[in-house]
């Protein structure tokens, strides 16, 4: 998120917090329907997609051409990484694995995987064409969250700027107390 660019006004949705699960596919494809001549992208986390990836379905059915790129880290990546700045742990957040591309199957939408850099150009060519031609199409994008990002780094410390200086020290006592036991 930090390289986005984009060209105009009216071009990105997103939920108020940027980590609504399950937001995603239902605005991309309400994007498409209301702008069937632009383009639409919708990042998903593949938690998130668990929670509304049959959408997919009502995409097909509308024609809403939409390219859902989901983003496998196989965990809950933002819950993960909000555990791991507090516990040194992430011990409630990891997903099981599922087959993005069954999934997709379901709904007669196509999934291409890129596992490394050098797979996405051809994937992305895939999916626009895809999309060029009327049908949904999903990318399941593997990534390593090993460095935070910027952006998770800004959610904490608002968060963390918003509490009361008694609450921020109860916080971060107890993160000192879990990191060293």
Known sequence: MEHL????????????DYSCMGYCVPAAIGAQLAHPGRPVVGL????????????LLTARQQGAA????VLRDRELGQIAAFQ???????????LPDYDL??????????????DADGDLEAALDWALAETAAGRPAVLDVAIDYERKTYFTKGVVQANFG?????DRLRMVG???VRRIF
Do not use: K, Q
């Not at 998903?44 to 959408?55: F, I, Q, V």
């Not at 791991?84 to 990891?94: F, G, I």
């Open 5 to 16: 660019r984009l060209d105009g006004p009216r071009r990105f949705l997103a939920p108020t």
């Open 44 to 55: 998903a986390g593949d938690g998130a997609l668990l929670m509304t990836g049959l959408e």
């Open 66 to 69: 939409v390219l859902i790129v």
């Open 84 to 94: 791991r700045t507090l516990t040194a742990a992430a011990p409630c957040s990891v």
């Open 101 to 114: 591309a069954a999934l997709a199957a379901v709904s007669g939408t196509g999934c291409r995987a890129v």
């Open 162 to 166: 918003r509490l009361p200086w008694r």
């Open 174 to 176: 107890r993160a000192v």
